[in-house]
């Protein structure tokens, strides 16, 4: 949710804003903007309403070594040149990512004070605050902001009087400054400077930092000195969508995440003991997620029942985090986020600490905010995941949950075969993939359909979901995912000759069921398509299209049969003539509620 940058050194402030915020652009694209000294004392400050390529071609020629940058995904003021980041006040610049809850307050008291303000942002009003509490200590001025603003808020900030500084403050959103010979980098995600250095100062909550090209000093929220932590950054090289976009690159991924997924998990003998140790002194296990994440939560919940006859509970995390849940110091809180910054997960994470229970958290980012709550941290190796869909870090989570499963389960037999259908993970994705041009063709088919329905009976109707997910997100058409056998109860009133139902048919025990419903589709003239790797089905439904995928067992056979779900909703993007990577009013990385 809005990205944030900053540089000080001796290139060109302005490239590598530009460069960091397209990197970051996953976080929000409505507006950008930026400001840098001209080496004169004076900040120039541009910004726009769109896209970073349009504030890239209206900032062309801005000199300075020393400046901020911010691409926004509006949560308050509608995006708009005015509304823009970076927002000034007297001698103060500052861009902002996550939400202040009392700038109403703050902003009336500034009023009364004969302030004025000249966007609807809340941001704004941290900008004027600062301007009036400033007597020559930026440092002191921020320690007053941070007593002052509720909510959270990660903030890179310009005084007139420091042209070769850029202030930095962090609560509970995320903020990084990479380290680098004689130069500084402050970013929302190391992932905007990671071609320069892997050396960084990850800020903890309520630390002020002052930024020149020699470094970082720290402060806590009192102006007191702190020592500086430089660590090594995790992130691996932000790749570029050489082709066709990051949501296509990222699918065509999936083979290599699952191979370095499965290889660290089972490398990493104290993890496994780890694993074993949290769950065998819990006796409750809950799983919690927000949007994709929760989707992989549902299916690890099917797997746990399955394979370990444990009973798992899994709840969206931005309802988790306000119903007091039963929850206690026998309990394992399972947290799964791929960017491992979603505030309804923190804060439902937070809630599990505070009741007593383990917290195990399943990210993609090693250094993310979630991870400094937990008592153990599984990691995806998905590499960096930049479109706003999530797609092969799903499959990832999914297999962390398949290889914890096999970790606990003293069936040896069953563990055995589990492992080899995950050595033969790699390999089953990249078979799959070879479904692509069908998947086109029925895109092309169905392009203009106003509703789609993806249906599923257990492992499947959770395939279902994700499925209906990723095509709302990146088409806009309206989907709904249902568990096939409850189509007739209510659904099927929908059913007409206009109506696409997309079956996943992955678990043999339900399979006739499934295609069972799928007649009831036809005899209302719906259009039906199968996703199965049972070739029987073919006879079972004479369906409008069928995608077979390679045969696999029925817990793996689900991270196959995702593939083409994901897909058919990249393509229907495509040829709806969306960009399937930048689907409006959403951003892959929700910092705030
Ligand atoms: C956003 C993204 C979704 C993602 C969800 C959870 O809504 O658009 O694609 O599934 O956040 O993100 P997380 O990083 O916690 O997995």
């Not at 402060?219 to 992130?235: C, L, Q």
């Not at 203009?448 to 209906?468: C, H, M, N, P, W």
């Not at 006879?539 to 897909?567: H, K, R, T, W, Y």
């Not at 960009?579 to 959403?586: G, H, I, T, Y």
Request: proline share 3%; charged share 25%.
């Amino acid at each position: 949710m809005c990205g944030i940058v900053g540089y000080i050194g001796k290139r060109r402030a302005r490239d590598y804003i530009i460069q960091g915020l397209k990197i970051l652009e996953y976080r929000g694209y409505d507006s950008a903007g930026l400001a840098v000294f001209d080496g004169c004392g004076k900040i120039n400050c541009i910004k726009r309403a769109g896209y970073v390529s349009q504030l890239e071609s209206a900032t062309i020629g801005t000199e300075g070594n020393c400046g901020i940058g911010h691409t926004r995904w509006a949560t308050h003021g509608a995006p708009s040149d005015v509304n823009s980041h970076p927002h000034t006040c007297g001698k103060f610049t500052l861009v902002h990512n996550g939400i202040i809850e009392n700038f109403v307050s703050i902003k009336s008291q500034l009023a009364n004070k004969g302030k004025r303000f000249l966007t609807q942002t809340d941001s704004e009003a941290i900008a004027v605050f600062l301007d009036d509490v400033y007597d020559g200590d930026v440092i002191k001025a921020l320690s007053a902001a941070l007593k002052k603003l509720k909510g959270s808020f990660a903030l890179a900030i310009l005084c007139k009087d420091f042209p070769d500084k850029i202030f930095v403050v962090k609560k509970q959103s995320p903020l990084v400054v990479g380290i680098g010979d004689a130069e500084c980098f402050v970013a929302s995600d190391c992932m905007a400077f990671s071609q320069y250095t892997d050396k960084a100062v990850y800020l903890k909550d309520n630390e002020i930092g002052e930024v020149s090209s020699q470094g970082i000093k720290l402060f806590d929220g009192n102006g007191n000195r702190k020592a500086v932590k430089i660590e090594k950054t995790a992130t691996e090289y932000f790749a570029p969508a050489d082709c066709k976009s990051f949501m296509y690159k990222e699918i065509y991924e999936i083979p290599k995440a699952v191979q370095y997924t499965a290889e660290e998990f089972f490398a990493n003998d104290e993890k496994k003991l780890g694993v074993v140790d949290i769950f065998s002194k819990n006796d409750k296990v809950v799983m919690i997620g927000c949007g994709t994440a929760y989707n992989a939560c549902l299916v690890g919940k099917n797997i746990f029942e399955t394979v370990l006859r444990v009973p798992v509970e899994v709840e969206l995390a931005s309802e988790f985090r306000y119903k007091n849940p039963i929850i206690d110091d026998k309990t394992v809180v399972v947290a799964v986020s791929q960017s491992g910054e979603t505030a309804d997960t923190i804060a439902g994470v937070r809630l599990a600490k505070s009741k007593g229970a383990d917290v195990v958290v399943i990210t993609n980012v090693a250094h993310s905010s979630i991870t400094r709550y937990a008592d153990m941290v599984l990691h995806t190796k998905a590499g960096a995941e930049v479109a706003v869909a999530a797609t092969k870090s799903y499959l990832t989570q999914i297999l962390l949950f398949l290889c914890v499963a096999t970790v606990l389960s003293d069936d040896l037999k069953s563990v055995a075969a589990i492992k080899k259908e995950i050595e033969s993970l790699p390999q089953l994705t990249q078979k799959t993939l070879a479904l692509d041009e069908q998947v086109h063709k029925l895109a092309k088919e169905f392009c203009k359909k106003q509703s789609v329905f993806f249906i599923g009976r257990g492992l499947d109707y959770a395939l279902a979901l994700e499925g209906t997910l990723k095509l709302k997100e990146v088409s806009y058409i309206h989907s709904e995912g249902f568990a096939s056998g409850e189509l007739k109860h209510g659904t099927l009133a929908l059913i007409d000759k206009n109506a696409l139902v997309i079956a996943v048919v992955t678990q043999r025990h339900v399979a006739e069921k499934t295609c069972n419903a799928l007649h009831e589709v036809q005899a209302r003239g719906g259009k039906v398509v199968i996703i199965t790797p049972f070739e029987k089905a073919k006879n079972d439904v004479e369906c409008d299209a069928f995608l077979q995928l390679p045969s696999s067992s029925g817990l793996i056979a689900p991270m196959s049969a995702i593939i083409p779900l994901q897909l058919f909703a990249y393509y229907m993007s495509i040829e709806r003539g969306i960009n399937p990577d930048k689907p409006r009013n959403l951003a892959k990385s929700v910092t705030v509620e």
